[in-house]
């Protein structure tokens, strides 16, 4: 299937006059002119992932989307599968998340399976399907260290936090190679700050809202109370920004400075990490 | 409010030569393709940086008779410094909140912790900022807060609530003009931070709800809708070209 085609049969699914708008205004679209107001239509009408569909798949024209941005949106596909599943499966699950605190996880579901249906629609036929996952982190053994994920609160938000933190660097790590294709970019990384707003609630329900270090919105040093989850912070104590120790320009202490800055994952060191969750 | 939203407390770092070592660091590490680093010969003067060497690029900010500012988003050193001008902003905001003689009874002792972690954060992204400009950086901005109500939690907040989206949106947005690789891996390391801001605030005000992550995608507004936003807090005009 071509992106044209594609695109088209998104626009079929928006709001006649703005498909109209989405058409028309193409050229305008490849600027990047229109992106925002474009999108905030689709907000309106609850149809951001196809509008931004559209506006990916448009600036490629009849040409299908470059092998470098399908690699790209097929990981990100991957980890978002993983955590919509995840989240689908943890909201059903009878006794689990207690009431107080269901708006916040029906939230972040909502979310991450429009990121999906965003991906996938934007990747057509090149979307790969969704993997059959191991909660429980034992390659799918079920019995891995997370086994009482679905059935202990505690277990839940700590691998719901992993999820979100990895997301988030994940996101940050493809940002350069998706630097030529400036929609999709963009389309990324309002997913990827999204990411970051999740993984923020998460961390600080973690701790009661309390916002005792670790418990924080964001991550201090590469400290982690989730035993098992190292390898999703390591690096996030990094002081060199640009070359340069940022410790030496600022009177701000090192740990708020680790802070202040997230740092990439690659995609190798991203699917490393999610593997024992892939079966 | 008469004080700049630049409020360094810390000299630079020189080198013996009276360098400013860590932007010149900076520039060299951060894989700035074809900028030129003019080292000047004499103690005392600081590095100069100049833009890309690209035809047509401009050599930083243009700053006019009555202290406009005019950035040109076809050079990335005026990206980097769309981005300094709202984390000076930011920082000034919280430095403001943090020395209100209210701020110890306003607030909670966890959003106590919140606002001066934020406050530290916003403050290293301006001094960063700073540092990578060095003196292509355009002047310290003069703030507006006359609407807020530095006494008040929920004028606090709300406005809080207002410049973490605003930045959000406003790194979002701006990524697409950045050129290098190097500096679009900065924004990126600081748009999730203030994210994460964003969402912890919108949290203090509504707590358990939604609205920590009110959409699925966050905007990425154009730098016209973020500096109109911004432009009552700020006494500078600054507008922005080739965006």
């Known amino acids: ?279 | 409010m008469s004080t700049t939203l630049d409020t360094h407390t810390r000299e630079a770092g020189r080198d013996s030569q009276g360098v400013s070592f860590e932007r010149r660091n900076f520039l060299r590490n951060a894989g700035l393709a074809g900028a030129a680093i003019a080292l000047a010969g004499c103690a005392g003067t600081t590095t100069e940086l100049t833009a890309p060497a690209k035809s047509g690029d401009p050599q930083g900010a243009v700053i006019g008779p009555n202290g406009e500012i005019t950035l040109d988003f076809s050079s990335d050193i005026d990206v980097l410094n769309y981005a300094y001008a709202l984390e000076q902003l930011e920082a000034a905001f919280y430095v403001t909140v943090a020395t209100n003689a209210a701020f110890g009874t306003i607030f909670a002792a966890n959003e106590q912790r919140v606002l001066l972690d934020i406050r530290d954060h916003e403050v290293a992204h301006r001094d960063f900022f700073a540092a990578a400009l060095g003196s292509a950086k355009i002047p310290n901005l003069t703030p507006v807060f006359t609407a807020i109500n530095f006494a008040d939690r929920t004028s606090v907040l709300q406005t809080a609530k207002t410049f973490e989206d605003l930045g959000v949106s406003a790194y979002n947005g701006a990524a697409r003009f950045i050129k290098d690789a190097g500096y679009l891996g900065l924004a990126g390391k600081i748009v999730s931070v203030e994210a994460r801001h964003a969402s912890t605030i919108r949290d203090l005000l509504n707590n358990r709800s939604g609205d920590f992550a009110p959409n699925a995608f966050d905007a990425g507004n154009t730098p016209q809708v973020v500096l109109t936003a911004a432009k009552p807090f700020i006494v500078q005009s600054i507008t922005v070209i080739n965006a």
């Open chain 1, 1 to 279: 299937m071509s992106t044209q085609l594609r695109a088209d049969g998104l626009l079929a699914t928006i709001d006649p006059e703005i498909a109209s708008r989405l058409v028309t205004r193409r050229d305008a679209i490849a600027k990047g002119a229109a992106t925002s107001g474009l999108v905030m239509a689709g907000l309106r009408l609850g149809t951001v992932p196809a509008a931004l569909a559209a506006l990916s798949t448009s600036a490629f024209g009849q040409s299908r989307l470059p092998t470098t941005v399908i690699g790209v949106l097929n990981f990100a596909l991957v980890l978002e599968y993983l955590e919509a599943e995840f989240y689908n499966r943890g909201v059903a699950a009878t006794g689990l998340i207690p009431a107080a605190d269901r708006t916040i996880f029906t939230t972040i579901q909502g979310h991450e399976n429009t990121h999906v249906e965003y991906l996938k629609t934007t990747l057509g036929a090149s979307a790969r399907p969704k993997p059959t996952f191991d909660y429980s982190y034992g390659n799918g053994s079920g019995t891995g260290p997370f086994a009482d994920v679905f059935t202990n609160y505690n277990t839940f938000k700590a691998v719901a936090q992993a999820f979100e933190d990895t997301g988030v660097r994940a996101y940050k790590g493809q940002a350069a190679t998706l630097l030529p294709y400036k929609d999709v970019l963009q389309a990324a990384l309002t997913i990827h700050s999204v990411e970051a707003r999740h993984a923020a609630e998460i961390r600080r329900l973690r701790g009661n809202f309390g916002d005792n270090e670790p418990n924080q919105g964001w991550i201090t040093r590469a400290i982690t109370d989730i035993p098992g989850t190292e390898a999703v912070y390591a690096g996030e104590d990094n002081l060199i920004q640009g070359g340069v120790d940022v410790s030496t320009i600022t009177p701000v202490a090192a740990k708020e400075l680790t802070e202040a800055f997230d740092e990439p994952l690659t995609m190798a060191q991203v699917l490393a990490i999610v593997d024992p969750f892939i079966v």
